[in-house]
């Protein structure tokens, strides 16, 4: 039996690097079963050294890593994980265009399979008043996803009238 989504819920690793096998690590250490997040969007910096030795790999940016099972619950927002997917974005308070375009994307592709508006995509911050994660605007972003939505909707209208050769 599928689970029940009724929010999306963003959050950021609070580190500025990181993939899903090495915050997997992180939130094991914490005690967790698996890593918290359903998906994961990576930035520049996938590995420690290369933050340490400033050398970003733009292949990372934006890639959109899957985490734990969305048959499971998450552990990212405690009263909610049973009912919610856990999107991350690796980093603190500053993001990439790609980052923000591929969570975008997969933000439209959740919010159909789960039948969801842009108002069940919330920041982790919005159930916790003590957190500031993921540390964007949401209201602002809510904005912005609108807007792609929009775009993205008359653009695959035009797309089914395209005759391919």
Avoid at 15 to 29: A, F, I, N, T
Avoid at 66 to 83: F, M, Q, V, W, Y
Wanted: proline content about 4%.
């Amino acid at each position: 039996m599928r689970r029940k989504i009724k929010y999306i819920i963003l959050h950021c690793t609070d580190s500025l690097w990181g993939e899903v096998d090495e915050v997997r690590h992180w939130h094991k250490q914490r005690g967790f079963d698996d890593i918290g997040y359903h998906y994961l969007i990576c930035n520049r910096y996938p590995y420690y050294w290369n933050l340490k030795e400033n050398k970003p790999d733009p292949l990372f940016d934006g890639v959109v890593q899957k985490g734990r099972s969305e048959d499971i619950p998450g552990a990212h927002t405690k009263g909610k994980n049973s009912l919610s997917i856990g999107v991350a974005l690796v980093g603190t308070t500053k993001f990439t265009a790609s980052q923000f375009e591929s969570l975008k994307f997969l933000l439209k592709s959740l919010m159909e399979k789960y039948n969801l508006s842009v108002a069940n995509i919330r920041g982790h911050y919005e159930f916790n008043p003590n957190k500031t994660c993921p540390n964007i605007v949401m209201n602002t972003f809510r904005a912005e996803l609108r807007e792609y939505l929009t775009k993205r909707k008359i653009k695959d209208k035009k797309e089914r009238y395209v005759r391919k050769a």
